[in-house]
């Protein structure tokens, strides 16, 4: 049987993958392993419990609720709140975990179940096969008074929003900001939370109807905010995906500022401030080459993980670095919350356009973004990667051809047979003829 949990929860279209059975089953579950394994014995669980605002969160969220009560753990249900929030409130309230009902950026037919360790961590492998085998087991049946209670959390999102104001190294007064909340999670706390920093701020993607998330707005549909910032005069833009655990920007001219430009801007930012723990900056594999020579010229170490915003986590975890992400937009700040969080990132880019005077546009030209082609190779055998003689040699000559200014990178797919090229060079041409060369020789050493 296939695993259920993927790199990020459980993900697949609701009603389909994602049933009120399976809701329930896990919460069951997760009741057992996240909660009574880990309480004293008589200490009844509590878990808090948010969701987007997709139309199957209503049906997602009242089985695992159901679920978590059934098996004795009482539940906080704070309603419609941002990912990086529940996490947030997990460890503010001191449950003991939480569960979050979303499926990020990806359209409203899709939904998503990811849980929460005790301080609002995400889990690991271990955790998570521990709550698939006990899906196997019978569930806990309480009875009588040992039946947990689920409670409304009406001050969830007020809590959320104060913390994020005590983050703010400087207020916003002057700067006018557009806000692209993506018809998601953060439609509500994020304008909030920027108008009370002081910003003049346009919302658009703010009026979700449980069937809109995601669609035509956000992080993935960036067209409508770079029109609404050159139309409005704006300072920056900032969007959201649909539970806001990412921040991409776009500055004054309509250009966007993916998440290498905004982790280049806010490691520099907190290198000067005496924050940025060993002064280095954890990213993944897929990150620019143009953010690491930026970094080496700031004095700035990245330590590299594989893909994926939970590998960056481990990594800030072990050894306690304040700042990591991704290219996508995760950007974690370690100081302040335990998982990318876009409302957070956009507040912190923000403040630092105030603090300096600068537009967003000077201070991402700190890094200079070098053309990065990927090809997707399909039918191949992704195993042989790294011991196919012939594309070893390949590699080896692609790269002495980019020399210091480019890069290769040959990564096989997690879930089918793809072998992921990618190739960055100084200019477009020279990255696309490469990458191209490249994928046909895997192509034919890797046919399968």
């Keep these: 049987m296939a695993r259920l949990f993927g790199t990020d929860g459980v993900r697949g279209k609701a009603n389909v993958l994602i049933t009120p059975q ?205 029109a609404a910032v050159v139309e409005h005069g704006a300072a920056l833009g900032i969007a959201h995906d649909g539970d806001a655990d990412r921040c991409l920007a776009v500055d004054h001219e309509g250009s966007i500022v993916d998440g290498d430009q905004i982790m280049a801007i806010m490691a520099t930012t907190l290198k000067d401030q005496g924050k940025l723990k060993d002064d280095t900056l954890v990213a993944t594999v897929m990150s620019n080459l143009g953010l690491k020579l930026a970094m080496e010229a700031s004095g700035i170490a990245i330590r590299e993980t594989a893909v994926g915003d939970r590998y960056v986590l481990e990594a800030m975890r072990a050894e306690g670095y304040s700042l990591g992400g991704e290219q996508s937009g995760h950007v974690i700040f370690s100081d302040y919350a335990t998982t990318g969080d876009g409302v957070l990132t956009g507040l912190q880019l923000a403040a630092r356009v105030a603090a300096t005077g600068k537009s967003l546009k000077e201070l991402a030209s700190m890094m200079t973004v070098l053309p990065q082609v990927l090809i997707n190779v399909r039918d191949v055998d992704k195993s042989a990667v790294s011991s196919n003689g012939a594309v070893a040699d390949a590699v080896r000559s692609a790269a002495d051809e980019l020399g210091s200014t480019g890069r290769v990178l040959l990564r096989p797919s997690g879930t089918e047979p793809v072998v992921r090229v990618m190739v960055e060079a100084a200019d477009h041409g020279t990255a696309e003829s490469v990458a191209r060369s490249l994928a046909e020789t895997v192509q034919t050493a890797l046919a399968l």
């Design 22 to 226: 399976l809701a329930m089953g896990l919460a069951q579950a997760a009741a057992v392993v996240l909660g009574f394994n880990q309480v004293p014995a008589g200490k009844r669980p509590v878990a808090v419990v948010a969701k987007d605002p997709r139309i199957s969160g209503d049906f997602i969220s009242a089985a695992i609720e159901a679920g978590l009560a059934a098996a004795g753990v009482d539940v906080f249900d704070a309603g419609t709140l941002p990912t990086p929030a529940a996490a947030y409130l997990v460890a503010d309230l001191d449950a003991d975990f939480g569960v979050m009902i979303s499926a990020s950026h990806n359209a409203a037919p899709d939904n998503g179940i990811k849980f929460l360790a005790r301080g609002g961590q995400k889990l690991d492998d271990a955790l998570e096969d521990a709550i698939e085998a006990q899906l196997e087991l019978e569930p806990l049946r309480p009875l009588g008074a040992d039946v947990g209670r689920v409670r409304r959390f009406a001050d969830a999102e007020d809590r959320y929003v104060v913390h994020l104001l005590g983050t703010l190294p400087n207020r916003l007064e002057g700067l006018k900001v557009v806000l692209d909340c993506a018809h998601g999670a953060a439609s509500g706390c994020s304008p909030e939370v920027f108008a009370a920093a002081g910003a003049d701020v346009v919302v658009i993607g703010a009026d979700p109807d449980g069937i809109n998330i995601n669609d035509g707005y956000g992080s993935t549909h960036l067209e409508k905010l770079q």
